[in-house]
């Protein structure tokens, strides 16, 4: 019997945000099934958050594909925005995002005489309270919490049984302060990593999502790709890496099967979305995980990586089809 075709799918849901800023789980969650993928990663993912309903994304997208598998690795844990009106419902006039409107549309010289008009009156003074206290709310997650805490993070869905989970916490691109202060913008990142038994053998898959705006994003990438040197081959890592181009293959020296352009979803220009492939057998001596075989199989494309507009998120998804074949000789 022949090898079997394995469709491979990454997606930056941006908590399932729609174009109209109205964020529909339900909607989320059939459109990643009708990408017909056996493996699934997803990037920007919320869990009990007032802006996504308080639905658990992942388990929703699991569901609707029908999957033997997933799981789900926040990044912060606690609630990324102050709680406010519901999705689909109007903002009240105590909504802390209107009360700081004028501030966040303000920019160059008009963002101080804004600032100060908007501290000085009741609302604006609350708001800033709701903002602070979701923003102290919040601490770096460890990857042992329970279920029923707010999340947010990254995830991994599969079709097929995965044999082993391994979750990485990344290189930190702003400090938080005993791991609950955040003294910078970005948010911390982590990949999660499953050995997932495919129809024709193993295949390491794994994501993750790297910090943007900086190039802090190679010194994780690069940091990643080593801790994954014992990982069973063929390797494949797929996420919003934020770099664009080849930038990801020059850093770790593996292919990529992504060669288009992937956000913003509504006329893509940039790509920043990849599907990196590692299949080279380990060298001679190399350590390995125990237990964790290392087929050293190889991943075959079998048509160009599609970006596909979901009419969800500002990125598209990236669909790829492979299939495992014997090692090069």
Do not use: K
């Not at 979750?167 to 955040?182: A, E, T, Y």
């Not at 010194?219 to 990643?224: D, E, G, M, S």
């Amino acid at each position: 019997m022949g090898a079997m075709s394995l469709r491979l799918a990454t997606f930056n849901v941006q908590h399932g945000r729609m174009p109209d800023g109205r964020v529909d789980p339900p909607f989320l969650a059939a459109a990643v099934s009708t990408l017909r993928a056996d493996v699934v990663a997803l990037q920007e993912v919320d869990r009990g958050q007032v802006r996504s309903a308080g639905a658990d994304l992942a388990a929703l997208v699991a569901q609707a594909m029908g999957a033997a598998d997933h799981r789900y690795v926040p990044a912060v844990v606690g609630r990324v925005e102050p709680r406010r009106a519901a999705p689909g419902q109007a903002p009240g006039d105590d909504d802390p995002a209107l009360a700081l409107a004028p501030l966040a549309q303000a920019t160059g010289p008009a963002l101080l005489p804004a600032a100060g008009r908007v501290l000085r009156s009741r609302a604006g003074r609350a708001a800033a309270r709701a903002y602070l206290g979701t923003w102290v709310s919040r601490r770096r997650a460890r990857g042992d919490e329970p279920d029923d805490v707010p999340a947010y993070g990254i995830a991994l869905i599969s079709r097929y049984p995965v044999r082993q989970w391994r979750q990485v916490r990344l290189p930190l691109g702003s400090p938080w302060l005993f791991g609950r202060l955040q003294l910078g913008t970005d948010q911390p990142r982590v990949a999660v990593c499953a050995v997932v038994e495919t129809p024709d053998g193993p295949l390491t898959v794994v994501t993750t999502h790297l910090s943007s705006g900086s190039t802090w994003n190679q010194t994780q990438l690069r940091w990643l790709a080593e801790r994954l040197r014992g990982a069973p081959r063929p390797l494949v890592l797929m996420g919003d890496l934020n770099l664009r181009g080849s930038v990801p293959t020059e850093l770790t020296g593996w292919r990529d099967l992504v060669e288009i352009d992937t956000y913003p979803r509504h006329r893509p220009w940039i790509g920043i979305d990849h599907v990196l492939v590692d299949d080279v057998a380990p060298a001679v001596g190399e350590p390995i995980d125990p237990g964790a075989p290392h087929p050293g199989g190889r991943v075959h494309s079998l048509a160009p990586a599609r970006a596909v507009d979901l009419g969800i998120s500002d990125h598209c998804a990236v669909v790829v089809d492979v299939r495992l074949g014997p090692p090069r000789p």
